[in-house]
């Protein structure tokens, strides 16, 4: 018996070989019909013997690599006359308010291309811009939807005829691959000097072929190249040679541009840190493949899966010492960890530094670990175009090397601390750091809730450091790639312009707006101006109950939670700084159990780059003799200006009332001796931890109190004991992070037998600590909680307009 049916799926489904995948198994099973791209997602139809039509149906069980289906309906229809093939309909064009089609994020290069770069016989060798249906850019190419080549920034390559051949043949898997090119017709390479005139003048072998060298040269008449500069493959081969002796490239990739040198000239990192005004935080690395990597880090099994997914983010592994490995690493790499952030070739052009052999190269000049960092200056965002590289990064770089394909949206990577494996010691599961290029745009499917519409829309705002936006669509969330400090001219320009073009690419219109309560954030005046232009309604959430709704978000739930927010700070409802807090979060309602014991900021800002200061505040709050202190030996800077910021606190001014877990940790810091001034954020919390003495057992007390109706915990006298213990930075920083985890689970323990609420929500960036993450958890199971621990989306402020929107979404349904 002949039967039609007729099947709509949602999800990623466009743009990643699915309707030649469609195609073929209707074909192999003698099916008539179609598959299409249309604003409602993939439609299908298709009409058979049912046997086949049976098999058929089994085709979500082997979904191309880069597929997800997000939803699937079926019905039957009335068999159609006259069909006698299966054939692949055109895209339906044109904007539809609330359509379900999703964009791939940018992903890696697959095996199959590089084989085709590998191979000298193929006319892809060696070309830095190789890709099919299963790998290559996406996100960071497209205009808008449908996802097809006219709406891309490969619009202005016109394919060659072989290329042609390619993606219009639906059993090759470059069918309808949009950024498909081959050297003969897609982007070129070319590197330039930018500050030796005529330094990259010297002939190189040439293994192009004429026809290409003609191609090259009309490139350059049209890209208004100078002579000097080498076009092609050649030009990797030419870099490495720079790169060996110490010099410093801007590397055009994906989403924007890296600052490279070789990892192993400790002389090229200094003077990258000193460019680009870097001293401390650390560089992220990439090697050629995990077999590299692991000569100089401990690669486990999860940071292995990590390194090899498709999302090729950064992952953060011990660092081998001295003895330990065959390939030591410049301490200066990361001078504040133990750890480093590693990565694998993201793109083709990455590929190719390791393997200069494939562009005419030898493969001994090839260097075994590049340092690769953000193309940007100090507090900017990540340089996107050629002409803006060489204007901002002209003092940082001494070689460009440059593509002409345009990226169309600013992605930098994103980075990931591994799920950890010890033995017999608790384990800190994998946590997203930053969420960018491999996984924005992928949604966030919603907790459930009646009455919601397919066009509902909020817009989330987010926070101001490590800030992203989010824009909800029906029951999906779309974070927005990191975006950094929006109190920065800069940056606040770079989330308008990912704003737009989110919002084109999703084709929404939002009906309600939510921001942070602080009303001197630039993403609150951002959303306070969508709200007043577009007439919607606006509303205001406290900083910390967006965090706990972040992780409500992300676990999908539905009732009330308790939340434990850790963080560095957040206006609170009291005008106070907030950011040690236990919050009780329902839908549409919270209220603040606890907080940790108020103590002062000497300040305001200025507190929270000198960690001694803040340091002096417990100090007094913990009413401890008036005996010299650790930050002031030594520093006649900081004795000049202690007795003026005890007065401050006298005399009350400009010194804020905070509740902050992140200053508490850098009071502790300079307690110890560890930082007393900071040159990057968190930098005094992460001395802190790496500096616990493993083999102490003794954890401080953490008392708590009841006051103003609130549950407190007195870290003034946690800080008291470690004032005893401040000689001996190890034992103090062990027992205080053992004393921490103690009493946090106890304090969440004494809310939930009074609320009734057991399931408990960690975030706030103090997270982003391992030893807490790992052993809070534990400590808290064991008290009969249960904890719920953010792994897709960061501890932080990246999580917060997740949480914002979730909010706002229980609004829209009210």
Not at 9 to 32: C, D, K, N, S, W
Not at 206 to 223: D, G, H, M, N, W
Request: charged share 25%; hydrophobic share 40%; with cysteine.
């Amino acid at each position: 018996m002949r039967t039609r049916h007729i099947y709509i799926l949602t999800g990623q489904v466009q743009g990643v070989g699915f309707r030649p995948f469609i195609y073929r198994e209707a074909a192999r099973l003698r099916l008539t019909g179609f598959v299409g791209n249309t604003p409602e997602g993939v439609r299908i139809e298709v009409q058979g013997e049912e046997n086949a039509l049976l098999l058929f149906s089994r085709f979500s069980e082997h979904l191309p690599p880069l597929a997800r289906i997000a939803s699937l309906t079926r019905r039957d229809a009335p068999l159609l006359e006259g069909e006698d093939s299966f054939r692949i309909e055109e895209s339906s064009a044109g904007k539809h308010r609330g359509h379900s089609v999703l964009v791939s994020p940018d992903v890696a290069p697959c095996s199959d291309c590089l084989d085709d770069m590998a191979d000298p016989e193929n006319r892809r060798f060696g070309y830095a811009f190789t890709n099919c249906t299963n790998c290559g850019p996406r996100y960071t190419i497209t205009r808008s939807i449908p996802y097809d080549r006219p709406v891309t920034s490969m619009a202005c390559f016109p394919m060659c005829g072989p290329c042609a051949e390619e993606y219009h043949n639906p059993a090759d898997r470059r069918f309808h691959a949009q950024p498909d090119a081959c050297p003969d017709c897609g982007p070129v390479l070319w590197l330039e000097d930018g500050r030796y005139e005529n330094e990259l003048n010297a002939p190189l072998p040439q293994t192009e072929s004429p026809a290409l060298a003609a191609v090259y040269e009309k490139r350059r008449k049209l890209c208004g190249l100078a002579d000097g500069v080498i076009m092609g493959k050649a030009a990797i081969p030419a870099l490495l040679a720079e790169l060996g002796k110490g010099r410093i490239a801007a590397v055009r990739g994906l989403g924007g541009f890296h600052l490279v040198c070789d990892a192993h000239n400790e002389s090229a990192v200094a003077e990258l840190r000193r460019r680009k005004a870097r001293p401390h935080k650390a560089l992220a690395v990439m090697a050629a493949d995990v077999e590299s990597a692991s000569r100089f880090a401990h690669i486990g099994r999860g940071a292995r899966d990590l390194l090899l997914s498709p999302a090729r983010p950064i992952v953060i592994c011990p660092r081998k010492r001295a003895g330990e490995g065959e390939d030591v690493l410049p301490a200066l790499l990361a001078p504040d960890s133990a750890s480093i952030g590693i990565m694998l070739p993201s793109t083709p052009l990455h590929h190719l530094l390791f393997h200069p052999e494939w562009a005419g190269g030898n493969k001994e000049d090839a260097l075994s670990a590049l340092v690769m960092t953000s193309g940007n200056p100090h507090g900017a965002p990540i340089c996107l175009g050629n002409r803006e590289a060489k204007k901002r990064l002209g003092d940082m770089a001494d070689l460009f090397l440059f593509h002409d394909r345009d990226i169309l949206v600013r992605v930098d990577d994103s980075v990931v601390f591994p799920g950890e494996e010890k033995e017999h010691a608790p384990c800190a599961p994998e946590l997203m750091v930053r969420r960018a290029r491999g996984f924005v745009p992928t949604p966030l499917s919603l907790p459930p809730r009646p009455a919601r519409e397919a066009g509902d829309c909020v817009f989330a705002a987010g926070a101001e450091l490590k800030h992203t936006f989010c824009l909800t669509r029906g029951a999906e969330a779309f974070v927005s790639q990191h975006i950094g400090d929006v109190s920065r001219a800069e940056h606040l320009a770079f989330f308008e312009e990912t704003l737009r073009h989110l919002t084109g690419l999703l084709e929404v219109e939002p009906g309600l707006v939510v921001r942070d309560l602080h009303p001197d954030f630039l993403s609150s005046r951002l959303a306070d101006d969508v709200a007043q232009r577009h007439g919607l309604r606006e509303l205001f959430l406290q900083h910390h109950v967006a965090h706990v709704c972040a992780v409500m978000a992300e676990h999908g739930l539905t009732g009330p939670v308790l939340g434990l927010a850790l963080d560095g700070s957040g206006l609170g409802d009291d005008d106070t700084v907030w950011g040690g807090e236990l919050l009780l979060v329902r839908p549409g309602a919270w209220q603040r159990l606890g907080r940790f014991s108020p103590f002062l900021l000497p300040g305001g800002e200025a507190a929270i780059r000198s960690p001694w200061r803040t340091a002096e505040a417990l100090w007094r709050a913990a009413d401890l003799p008036d005996r010299p202190r650790p930050w002031l030996e030594g520093s006649p800077e900081r004795a000049r200006l202690a007795p003026m910021v005890r007065e401050m606190m006298t005399q009350g001014i400009n010194c804020p009332k905070t509740s902050s877990c992140g200053r508490l940790f850098d009071a502790v810091a300079a307690l110890c001796g560890l930082c007393f001034d900071i040159t990057y954020e968190g930098q005094a919390a992460v001395r802190l931890e790496e500096a616990q003495d493993a083999s102490e057992q003794g954890a401080y007390d953490l008392p708590l109190i009841e006051r103003d109706g609130l549950l407190e915990a007195d870290v003034a006298a946690l800080f008291r004991h470690a004032a005893n213990d401040c000689r001996h930075p190890g034992r103090a920083a062990r027992r205080f992070h053992d004393g921490l985890v103690r009493g946090l689970a106890r304090w969440a323990r004494l809310a939930a037998d009074g609320c009734g609420i057991s399931t408990v929500a960690l975030c706030g960036g103090v997270f982003n600590n391992r030893t807490l993450l790992a052993c809070l958890p534990e400590e808290m199971r064991r008290l009969g909680l249960t904890p719920l621990v953010p792994r897709r989306f960061p501890a932080g402020d990246g999580a917060v307009s997740l949480g914002q929107a979730l909010w706002g979404d229980w609004f829209l349904g009210a």
